[in-house]
């Protein structure tokens, strides 16, 4: 009869696991990079050419600064995405290289460590040495878990930092070019500034919405947060701008 409720309860599992689908998003440092390029891209030129917009300046000067800051943001902020995880690799290889030397140099220590972290998951000794005495028989296992288990760090992809810095760069210039749009087509910049304006918050809102989607915050509280933004920025910019004409 064990033996029946045991392969009748496989039996549901199974079944249960065949209808459960997790949908985890994996994709956490892509979309980081792109929301951190499209933010600056849509608020930082925005700002600029509202400031702009507030001195009276024509449209072609307008989108000729806008597309230098546009180019010269999209530089900056891609080589900071790129030092930034070239850090993180640095830092990953210095813990790396710590945990190889601790390992041979204090292996007890190390072991009682790694029996420290299992009896924090709920697992008995009698359960968890079995463990530690494998991970002492292959080093590459035992520092694979420390780094996880006992630091929290992934290795990381070793072409990270270039991914990153193309995403960040060219997430800014298509961020950049929305709100520069309208001067390509309004020679008046007190008018062109209007449908900047217009264009802007509503990527600004499409944009806030889906950072909040991706990242699991409300959509529609992320983006009015993210227009709200924007809209101080650029706001801030024509006002400063219209004070020291005046």
């Known amino acids: ?10 039996e549901s599992e199974k079944l249960l696991l065949n209808h459960h689908t997790e949908k985890h998003f994996t994709a956490g440092e892509i979309v980081r990079d792109i929301i951190i390029g499209v933010s600056d891209g849509l608020t930082v030129p925005f700002a600029l050419a509202a400031g702009l917009s507030g001195a009276n300046a024509p449209s072609s000067i307008v989108l000729t600064a806008g597309i230098a800051e546009v180019a010269a943001g999209a530089i900056s ?17 210095r813990e790396l290289k710590r945990e190889q030397e601790e390992i041979i140099a204090v292996p007890d220590t190390e072991a009682a460590e790694v ?22 028989k292959n080093p590459q296992a035992w520092l ?48 062109a500034v209007v449908g900047s304006v217009i264009v802007t918050l509503i990527a600004l809102l499409i944009f806030g919405y889906a ?12 983006a009015l ?5 924007g809209a101080i920025a650029s706001a801030a910019a024509f006002g400063m701008a219209k004070a020291v004409q005046g």
């Open 115 to 136: 029996a420290e972290i299992l009896s924090e998951y709920g697992i008995e000794p009698h359960e968890y040495r079995p463990v530690v005495n494998a991970l002492r």
């Open 77 to 93: 902020m891609g080589l900071g995405g790129y030092l930034a995880a070239n850090s993180e690799a640095d830092h990953y290889m």
């Open 144 to 191: 694979d878990f420390m780094m996880k288990f006992e630091l929290g760090l992934e290795k990381p992809n070793p072409r990270r930092a270039v991914h990153s810095a193309l995403t960040i760069a060219f997430a800014y210039i298509i961020g950049g070019i929305v709100p520069l749009s309208p001067y390509m087509f309004i020679p008046e910049a007190t008018k």
């Open 211 to 222: 950072k909040g989607r991706f990242t699991g915050n409300q959509p529609i509280k992320s």
């Open 225 to 229: 947060q993210t227009a709200l933004i």
């Open 1 to 10: 009869m064990a033996q029946n409720g045991s392969s009748t309860t496989t």
